[in-house]
């Protein structure tokens, strides 16, 4: 059985983060490994993990499935796919939806350097050497099709 109910996703407090960390660094847990695991930097009782399990559910961070009697969790998605998520909103909500201002500020700001500016054109470039690419490959492929 999964429950794969998705939901906005909301902020994370720092044990939901904590928690999420764990998740995404290890895959699929159970409650206890999860309270076992952060129990040296977080110690947890039993209820309190389930909470904060429960929660982080809700707000749509995971999902689970039960195997016999017990909840197995694993994230609803990956960690950068929830970052870019986060990015967006914050675009939205801050930048009128331009991720352009977003960088400028981030620039102007000293959040990024020129050599972080010059590798991130040279990841973009190469993004859209690979895109094109296999846009050529599925052209060539419909057109022996043909």
């Not at 996703?9 to 699929?28: F, R, T």
């Not at 695991?37 to 209820?47: C, E, G, I, N």
């Not at 991720?99 to 054109?121: I, K, P, S, Y």
């Amino acid at each position: 059985m999964t429950n794969t109910r998705h939901t906005r996703l909301k902020n994370l407090g720092e044990v939901e983060q904590s928690v999420m960390d764990y998740i995404w660094a290890h895959g699929p847990s159970t409650a206890e490994s999860c309270r076992e695991a952060l129990a040296a930097t977080r110690p947890m009782k039993d209820s309190t993990i389930r909470t904060v399990l429960r929660r982080l559910e809700e707000k749509g961070f995971l999902n689970h499935e039960i195997q016999g009697r017990t909840f197995i969790y694993r994230a609803s998605d990956a960690r950068q796919t929830v970052a870019v998520r986060a990015v967006k909103g914050i675009i939205d909500r801050f930048c009128g939806g331009s991720a352009e201002q977003l960088v400028l500020g981030m620039v102007d700001n000293a959040v990024l350097d020129r050599r972080q500016l010059e590798r991130l054109a040279r990841q973009i470039a190469e993004s859209e050497r690979k895109i094109a690419a296999k846009t050529a490959d599925g052209n060539t492929l419909r057109n022996k099709e043909d």
